[in-house]
């Protein structure tokens, strides 16, 4: 069975590659600073992950060659970040939906 | 059967692998496994972090406005740069470059450095004003509960996350030993891939906390 096992040269970046990358990341890291001040609330919030995003996907894809290495990487990798993701978004669907749940399940106490 | 390891530079092939290109395949996976679970680690915290920041939204704002900006900006310019070092320490070895990948590897170990020394100084300078942890806090400006639960969770945070550069410190430090003595060729070079990995890691969980924990506006 073949599979390709090092991420080959043709995938790595060239080191002009990586300073492209670092770049990126440098103007993206201020922009968060500057968008901190403009955007505030719970947009401040959306934005400012929106770029985190950004900025990981740029580290994971360039500087841990995961675009270049082997797909079950991706899946690894994608399986956690999704973990994570279900058990931030399951928790706050609690602390969410506590001030109507707790009143549905006040009622389910008196009727018994 | 197996070639005796010769020189320290010759990498061996473990017995229960046929080659040596298979034996990196797995270490690589094993790598990727090791960083998921990293992930959820931090998990845990961040969904923390997420409710009692649904909870306590003012607070958590107001709390925030104590955090030290300039440090905590400065080490992510810091983290994102040692990043770079990295990957340049790396592609340094692919090219046979030995001495270029020890000063690479050095460049990433005084960026290191230059974050843990900054945030010991954060950490001294909000202990003094009583911006402590649970129950040891004792800052009289504000002194609402969530903003005790945002303290305690930006210690735990950013904690953790310090010992992760500290353990990827002594890594990138074994690395660069490893890498004057002649161990890392461009063809085998796996635990400086795998050192690599790990540190990327420690910047990326950074790339969170940054604004979670200092750009509440």
């Given at each position: ?15 002009l ?28 919030l ?18 841990m ?12 990798f ?10 931030v ?8 939906t ?15 | ?15 229960q ?28 915290l ?24 300039v ?15 990295m ?12 001495r ?16 843990d020394v ?26 609402a509960?969530?903003v ?14 310090a ?15 490893r ?13 400086l ?11 990326l969980?950074?790339i ?10």
């Amino acid at each position: 069975m073949m599979m390709p096992d090092e991420p080959s040269e043709s995938h790595a970046p060239s080191a002009l590659g990586y300073l492209m990358v670092w770049a990126a990341l440098v103007v993206l890291a201020t922009v968060t600073l500057f968008a901190s001040r403009a955007v505030t609330g719970d947009w401040g919030l959306v934005v400012a992950l929106t770029i985190a995003a950004a900025k990981a996907a740029l580290v994971v894809a360039c500087f841990m060659h995961l675009a270049g290495g082997r797909p079950i990487h991706r899946l690894v990798f994608a399986v956690a970040v999704g973990f994570l993701v279900l058990l931030v978004l399951g928790i706050l669907a609690d602390v969410g939906t506590r001030s109507f749940a707790s009143s549905y399940v006040d009622d389910l106490g008196r009727a018994l | 059967m197996i070639a005796p390891a010769a020189a320290a530079a010759d990498p061996v092939v473990q017995i229960q692998y046929d080659s040596l290109a298979r034996q990196h395949a797995t270490a690589r996976l094993g790598m990727w496994v090791f960083l998921g679970s990293e992930s959820l680690l931090f998990a845990g915290l961040l969904a923390l972090y997420a409710a009692y920041r649904f909870l306590f939204s003012a607070e958590f704002h107001a709390a925030s406005a104590h955090a030290n900006l300039v440090i905590g900006t400065v080490n992510t310019y810091l983290l994102l740069t040692s990043s770079l070092t990295m990957a340049l320490a790396i592609h340094a070895t692919r090219q046979g470059r030995r001495r270029r990948t020890v000063l690479f590897l050095l460049a990433t170990i005084a960026l290191g450095l230059g974050f843990d020394v900054l945030k010991t100084v954060e950490y001294a300078g909000h202990l003094s004003e009583g911006l402590a942890p649970g129950g040891y806090y004792a800052y009289e400006g504000l002194a609402a509960h969530g903003v005790v639960l945002y303290v305690t969770l930006y210690y735990l945070l950013t904690g953790l996350h310090a010992l992760h550069v500290t353990g990827g410190l002594c890594v990138l430090a074994w690395l660069a030993v490893r890498a004057r003595r002649g161990d890392f060729t461009p063809g085998a070079h796996i635990a400086l891939e795998l050192g690599g990995l790990y540190w990327h890691l420690v910047d990326l969980v950074w790339i969170f906390l940054w604004p979670l924990l200092y750009l509440i506006r």
